[in-house]
C-alpha cells in the first residue's frame, strides 16, 4: 500500500495519530542507557503505559511500550527509505519491495504464512510506503508474540523473495495504481510532480505499474529490488515498536532477541538534497480539471523548512490564526460575501525535503469561481494584517495554553496506532517528546514567527485552480486528466494588491469557550446508563465513566424523526437542511474545536438530526443550548439554499465516481433498508425548493421524540438542563412520535436478489452477502469464527495466488441484528462473472478446509475473539460506544457485548459447520448479489 501525507495543522494541536501525551513527566517512563543518552520518554497522568527507548547494538532505535490493559501485543518497524529513492528507471521500485517482502523467508518459507499466522490468532498485518520510509507493523494475541516478532523479524534478515511471486506481486501493484489512477488526490501529487523541479524524486511516478515494474537493459526486476534491499534495508536506519501487557523488561528482551541480529550496513539515510520548486516555477497558475465534481483554490507558498524549530511553533502559530472562522477573520469573511463554502490550512513545512508549503484551501462556490481575484485580494490583505499586528504574545499562550491543556487530558489510543506514529515520527522528533512534542513549547519567538510569515506574499506564491470549467491542454502522465500552467503576472500581482488595501479584516478575538474553571471533577455516581428524563418524548440518559472521568464527555442529542422517509423530496430536504445548518454555526464548531469540545452535525434515520459534541464536557451545556437556538432561529436564504442543493447534487455525482468496492458497500446498505439509490436522490433532488426546506425545519421541530445520551463528567442536574434548554426551543404545538428508525427488509430464506449496474471507473467490483432469517447473537458469533480462517485463505487463494484483484475481503456482521456474511473483491483484470464463478467455485472448496479445522485451532481463534471483546477500553468513547449503540438501537438493557460475550463463550467447534452449510451453501439464508461493471473490461 503506498501512502501519502499532508501535515494538518487546522486546529490547536500539532497531528497525532495517537492520542496519549502530556507535559509532565511521569515516573513510571523508565531510564534507557544509550550510546547517545538517557532518555525519559514524557506522558501524562492518566496514562497507565510504561515507556522506554533504547538502541540496539546494530544502531536500531527501539521503543518499548508496556500496556496493563492491553490484551494485544503489536510490533511496528519503519525502514528509513521510500519512493523518493526510486531509481529513475524504476519508478515504483520500493512500493513493489513492499508487496514481495513477506512472502516467504528462508525459515517461514510460506508466501502467505506470516498474514495466515496473525490473522487466526485474532490480530493483522499491513505496510505502507511513503516518500521518505516504509513501515511495516502488525498485532496479534499476546500468548503469540515471540512466535509471531520471530516470524516478523526474519523478514529483515532472510527474505526469499519467491520469484514465481514476481509477476503476480507486479499486478497487485498495478491494481492498486488501476484504483488510484482517477482519484484526484493521487493526480494532483502527479501534478505536483510534473510542474516542479524536474531533478526531484516527485517527477517521477512512485506508487509503479506493470509498465514500469519490468525488467532493465542491465538487470532483472526482481536483481534490482534484491539490490534496493541490500542497499538500504540496515538496522541503523530502522525503528522499531513493540508493544504490549509484557513488563518493560521483557519487552527488550523481545527486541534483542529479535531484532540485534539485522545486519547493519552502516549506511547514512537518504536525504532529498534538491529542492521541490525552481525559482522559476514559484509564479504560477496551474490549472486542473477534476475527475470528481469539486471547486478548489489553493493558494500556496512555498517556505523553508523550518522543523528544527519545532519547539518554537512557528507553524502552529500560523494556521491557528489562519484558520479562524471569528468574525471577520478570513475564512468567515470568504463564508459570509458569499465566495467560499469552507476554508482550511495545509502546512508541511518538509514536503519536499529540504523545503515545504503553506496552502490556503477554498472550497469555492459559483461566484467564488468568478471572483477569485476578491479571495487571493483578501487573502494577502489578512496575512499582511497578521505580519503587522498579528504576532503577539497572548494569541501564543491562548495556543499553548489549549495544547498544553489538551495534552494533560488525553487518552490513550490504540496501542498499533501508536506503535506505527512512533516509528514514524523517530525520523524526526527526538524520543523523549514522541508524546508531549505538540505540548512543548519554547518561549515566545516573534522572529521565528515573522520569518515564517514573511514568506507568505504575493510575490512568492503558486494558485491552483481545481473546478471543472478550467481549461486544461496537457495530459498528466499515468494519470486521467490534464493540467496546464502559466506565470502569474505581475499586472496581477498590482491588482491584488490594489483590493486587498480596501479589504479590511479583523484578527481574532480570545476564545471564551476555553474556560478551565468550567472543569469539574464529576464523582462516578451512575456507572450503569441510568434514566434521567423520560416523558412527554424524550428520553435522556447518564452513565459516568469509571476509568476517564476526568473533565471529558460525551454528550449527544437526536432530533428523532420520520418525515425525512415521507417520499424522495423530504429526504434531499432532510440532506440539504443539516448542510445549511451546519454551514450557519461553522464559526461556533471551529471555536468549540479549538476549545478542546468538538462537535459535529450529523443525520440519522428518518431525516432525523444529531448533534454531537465530544470533548471537554464544562462548556457542553452551554454549547448544547447555543446550538438548539440556533437551530431554532436559523433562516434559510435563498442564495444558502441554492449553494448548499448544487453541492449536495455534486457530492451524488461524484459518489458515482467512487471505487466500485466504495460503491457496493453503499449499495448493500441502501438496497437491504430500501432506501432510495444516489440517482433516485439525484432526480427528487431537483424538485426540492427552499419553502420545502423550510417546512422541514418546522416539522423537524413539531414532529419529533428527543434522545439525549450523555457519559462522562455531567452531572444529573447538567443532564436535566440540556433536556429543558432542548424543550425551549421545540415547538410549541410538538406532535410526540415513537422512536422512528428504518427497518430492515423481510428476510426470505431461499430469496435471491441480484443487482447489476455499470459504472464509470475502470474496475469491476462483485459483493456477494448472505443473510440468516433469523435474528441470533450465536450466530452472529459463529460467522466470526468462520470467518477468521475463511478471509485469510480467500485472501490468498484470490489475491496472492490468482491475482484476482488488489481489495479482496470477507467479512462478518449483523444487518439489524441478523447476521450477515459477505465477500468482496474489486478487479482490474476479471470480470464480474468471473469473479462470481470464483467466488462461488470457492465457497464450496472452503467446506473441505473447514472440516480439517482442529479443535486446537478452533479454541485458538475462540479465546482470540473473546480477548478482542474483553480488551479494556483505551478512553471515554471507546468505553462508551457499546453503550451507545444498545441507546439509539432502543436495547435499554445495555448488555448486547455482554451478550455476544456469552453466545461465543458457548460456541463449540461441531456448531461452526452447520451454520456454514446453511449460510453459504444452502438455500436457508437469503443472497444478495451486486455486480458493479466497470470500463475496463468488456
Known sequence: MLFKTFRLFITISAVLMMGSCATNSSPKSQMATTDEQDVEIRSNEIDNRAYQYLTLGNGMKVVLISDPDSEQTVASLAVGVGSNQNPESLPGLAHFLEHMLFLGTEKYPEPSGFFKFVESRGGFTNAYTSGDHTNYYFSVNQEYFDSALDRFSDYFKNPTFDPNYVDKERTAVDNEWTKGRGE????LRRVRGETGNPQHPLSQMSVGNLETLTDTPKATLLDEMKAFYQRYYSANIMNLVIAGKPSLAE??????????SIENKKIKRPQVEVSGLLSKQINQHIYYQPQKEQKLLLIEFPVTDNSQQWRKKANEYLSYLLSSEEPNTLGEYLRKQGLAVSSSVNLDEDFYGSDGFVQFRVQLTDKGIEQQNHIIAATISYLKLLREQGVQAKYYEE?????VDAFNTRSKSQLVHTASYFTRMLFDIPPAHLLDASATFADFDAQAIGELMDQLTVENMRLWHIYPSVKVDTDIPYYLGQYAQKPIAESEQQL???LAADIPLNLPEINDLFNPELDVNVPVVLTEPTAIVKENGIEAYLTHSPDYQTNKGWLELIINTDIGDRDGQYKVAASVFKNMFEQHVIALIDKAGRAGTYVDVLPYSGGSLRIRMRGKSGNQSLLAQRMMQQLAEFEPSQALFKQTLLQYQESLRNKAKQTP??????????LMYQTLTDEQLLQASRYVSLDMIKQYQQDLLKRNHILVFAYGAYTQQTVKQVVTNI??????????IPRYRRALIDVVAGEKLAYQQKVEHSDQAVMNAYIYPEKSVKVNQILKLINAQFRSEFFRQLRTEEQLGYQVSSMSFSLTDQPTFLMLVQSNNASADELKIRFD??????KAILAKLSVEEFEQIKQSLLAEYKQKPNNLVEEATPYFNDFVDDKMDFNSKQKAIAALESVQLEDLMPVYNKMLLGQQQMELLIQLRGKGLK
Open 727 to 736: 424543550q425551549t426551543h421545540l415547538a410549541a404545538e410538538r406532535q410526540v
Open 399 to 403: 495556543l499553548k495554553a489549549l495544547s
Open 841 to 846: 467455485q470457492f465457497r464450496e472448496d472452503y
Open 661 to 670: 468496492a466504495q460503491q457496493a458497500n453503499r449499495l448493500l446498505i441502501q
Open 496 to 498: 491584488w494588491k490594489k
Open 184 to 187: 484526484d488526490g493521487w493526480i
Open 251 to 260: 519487552l527488550e528482551a523481545l527486541a534483542k532477541k529479535h531484532f540485534s
